[in-house]
C-alpha cells in the first residue's frame, strides 16, 4: 500500500505537467496566429471577409508551422545524442 | 454659476450623441455552415460556373436588347404579325450567341483568377491581369497567335480597369 504522501506528491506532479502542457499550447496557438497573421493578411483591410488568397495562405501557413514545430520537437527530443 | 448650467447643458448633448451612435456587435467566431459555405465558396469549379450562368443571363439580357435594335430587312413585304415573329425569332438567336458567348467568357475568367489566386495565396491586382489575358487570348485564339496576343492584351486592360474602378467604389 503507498503511503499517501507520495501519492498526494505524484498527483501534484501530474496536475504540474498538465498546467505547463496546457500553457505550452496557448503558446504555440498565439504564436501561430500572430505569425500567420502578420505573414498572410495585408494590412490594407478592403473588407472584412477573408479572400480565397489569404484562405489559402492561412492554411498552408498553419499546416508549415505544426510541421516545423513536430520537427524541432523531434529535434529537440534526439539532439542530446548529437 | 452661469458656466456649470452651460457646462451641464453641453455634457447632456455629447452624451444624447453617444448613446445615439449604433451599439459595437460583439466578437463572434465563424459558425460551421459560415465556414462550410466559404468552403464551398472557395471551390474553384462552382465559383467559374456560378460566373458562367451569370454571364449566361447577362448575355441573355444583352442580347434580348440589341436584338430588339435591329430592324428587319424585308419590312414592306410582311404582315405585322409575321414581322413580330421574324423580331421576336431574331431577338431569341440574338440573345442565345450572346448568351454563350458570355458565359464562356464569365466560366474562363473566374475558373483561370480562381487557380491563379490559389496558386500564389495572394490577392492582388495580378491576378485579375492574368485572368484577363487568359479570357482575351482564349476568346480570339481562332484567328491565330497575334490574334491571340491582342485580345490577351485588350482584355486584360479592361479588366484591370473595370477591378480598379470597383475598388475604389466599395
Known sequence: ???PL???IKIRQIFGMAEKEMEYRVELFNKMTQSCFNKCV???YKESELNMGENTCI???VSKYWHVTNL???LLGTGGKQ | MADESQKAVANDFVNSKEVEKPQIQPLSLPTVEEIRGQDIWNNCAVRSVVSGVMGGGLGIAMGLFLGALDNPMMQE????KQQFIFQAKQMGRR???SAK???VMGFVFSAAECVVEKARAKHDITNTFVAGCTTGAAISAKGGPQAACMGCAGFAAFSVVIEKFLERHQ
Open chain 1, 72 to 74: 524541432i520537437g523531434q
Open chain 2, 95 to 97: 440573345s442565345w450567341s
Open chain 1, 42 to 44: 495585408d494590412n490594407k
Open chain 1, 6 to 8: 507520495l501519492v498526494s
Open chain 2, 101 to 103: 458567348a458570355f458565359a
Open chain 1, 59 to 61: 492554411d498552408r501557413c
Open chain 1, 1 to 3: 500500500m503507498e503511503c
Open chain 2, 77 to 80: 413585304q410582311m404582315t405585322g
